[in-house]
């Protein structure tokens, strides 16, 4: 099984700054790394696909980068509507699917 | 747009059986994977289980294995999670999902299942 591994639980940040969210995986998966937000009560929703394409719809202010076991979420400025719990997600092990245990972006 | 719309949670006893729903609107229901991601209250996600578009082949979670059983049918645009012998913790939201873009890029709004006594 790999396992996603994602750092801070928690970021603390206030509107306006630039939040980093770190997902590391046990093994390379390569580039088949996803990003989702979800806000509470909601389902989650997706940003990034393979580890630096944005989903359609998601605004240019998040970037992922990364491969083979680091990987980066980048929200360049923060906006209200942003403050959300943050998963990764790795495909490269199919059909066996993992996710991260999430990092919440709380406001400062 | 994209709908898809879970139904049949609820509360069941440990050992007990329920059936999910998931029906779908908006895009070529058999052109599509089709997944179960669980969510337990508090925590993160989960994959269940998926099922390709035709011909199905069939992945299920270790966790999970031999009690859920996944199914669709395509002439109705409805994917299903049978799930027997139930415990607590199987208790959570259950979303249906579609795959697209190498990711689970559709979600429904979930279902609550509550495994208790």
């Known amino acids: 099984e790999i396992v996603l591994t994602q750092s801070p639980a928690t970021l603390s940040l206030s509107p306006g700054e630039r939040a980093t969210l770190s997902c590391r995986a046990s093994q390379s998966v390569s580039s088949f790394l996803v990003w989702y937000q979800q806000k509470p009560g909601q389902a989650p929703r997706l940003l990034i696909y393979?580890?630096?394409n944005r989903a359609p719809g998601i605004p240019a202010r998040f970037s992922g980068s990364g491969s083979g076991t680091d990987f980066t979420l980048t929200i360049s400025s923060l906006e209200p509507e942003d403050f959300a719990v943050y998963y990764c997600?790795?495909?490269?092990?199919?059909?066996?699917?993992?996710f991260g245990g999430g990092t919440k972006v709380e406001i400062k | 747009q994209v709908q898809l719309v879970e139904s049949g949670g609820g509360l069941v006893k440990p050992g007990g059986s329920l059936r999910l729903s998931c029906s779908a609107s908006?895009?070529?229901?058999?052109?599509?994977?089709m997944y179960w991601i669980r969510q337990a209250p508090g925590k993160g996600l989960e994959w269940v289980s998926h099922i390709s578009n035709s011909a199905p082949t069939i992945y299920y979670a270790d966790s999970v294995k031999g009690r859920f059983t996944i199914s669709r049918d395509n002439a109705e645009n409805s994917l299903y999670l049978q799930m027997n012998s139930l415990r607590a913790e199987d208790t959570a939201v259950y979303y249906c999902?579609?795959?697209?873009?190498?990711?689970?890029?559709?979600w429904g709004q979930g279902t609550l299942v509550t495994v208790s006594s």
């Open positions: 908006g895009f070529i229901f058999s052109d599509y994977y």
């Open positions: 999902a579609t795959d697209c873009l190498n990711s689970i890029c559709y």
């Open positions: 393979d580890a630096s």
């Open positions: 997600q790795q495909r490269s092990n199919w059909p066996e699917l993992t």
